[in-house]
């Protein structure tokens, strides 16, 4: 399986048009085959969509954004909050300022390798890691992640059950953690900072 999607800009070839129904609201998501989850909104995805927690007046970042998909759905839910949307490749950046253009929110998007071109520090970060990318990946997302929220702050992520060993690195750089919602084989945690 390539992993190629993650940084590399790839043949765009066709755009697929993606629609999916999230807290109410009928979103619009344009993608390619270069993208992850190209095809449908990820299931990981939709239930940390549907299910995270959003405060008035926030500064919240969707770290590895890919096409959208969270940074687009928490703007549309909490209109008070500030949402930066961030991603290594730079299809993925083109992707999701189309997509929050067609779904009508006004968010920040930014070319970064994690936290290399974001000066910000947020209230609340959510993502989905990319866990295929190793356990050395996913800790250095944690860590950093941990290094750019706010006292307090929160993350909020997905993960499989495969990959419950993220529950070790909550443990390790974030004051508690909890299980906030499980469907199926995901689940999703909430981790916080004091």
């Known amino acids: 399986m390539s992993l190629s999607h993650y940084w590399t800009s790839g043949n765009e070839g066709e755009e697929i048009v993606i629609q999916e129904n999230i807290r109410g609201h009928l979103f619009t998501f344009y993608s ?3 993208l992850f989850s190209k095809n449908r909104v990820d299931k990981g995805t939709k ?8 405060f008035e007046g926030q500064k919240v970042l969707d770290l590895g954004c890919g096409y959208g998909v969270l940074g687009i759905v928490a703007k549309k839910v909490c209109p008070s909050c500030d949402v930066f949307m961030s991603d290594v490749n730079e299809l993925a950046i083109k ?4 997509n929050a253009e067609v779904n009508g929110v006004d968010v920040k998007v930014v070319l970064s390798d994690l936290f290399e071109n974001l000066n910000e520090t947020f209230d609340n970060i959510i993502t989905n890691p990319p866990f295929t990318r190793g356990k050395e990946i996913i800790k ?3 860590e950093e ?3 750019h929220l706010n006292s307090p702050g929160i993350l909020q992520l997905v993960a499989t059950k ?3 060993y ?4 909550l443990k390790k750089y974030f004051d508690k953690f909890e299980i906030f919602n499980k469907k199926g084989d995901y689940i999703i945690y909430l981790a916080y900072k004091k």
């Open 32 to 34: 390619n085959r270069s």
């Open 47 to 54: 239930l940390l969509a549907d299910t995270m927690v959003l």
């Open 95 to 98: 992707y999701s300022k189309k």
């Open 140 to 142: 250095l997302w944690v």
């Open 145 to 147: 992640s941990h290094n």
């Open 162 to 164: 495969k990959f419950r």
């Open 166 to 169: 993220i529950e070790v690195l």
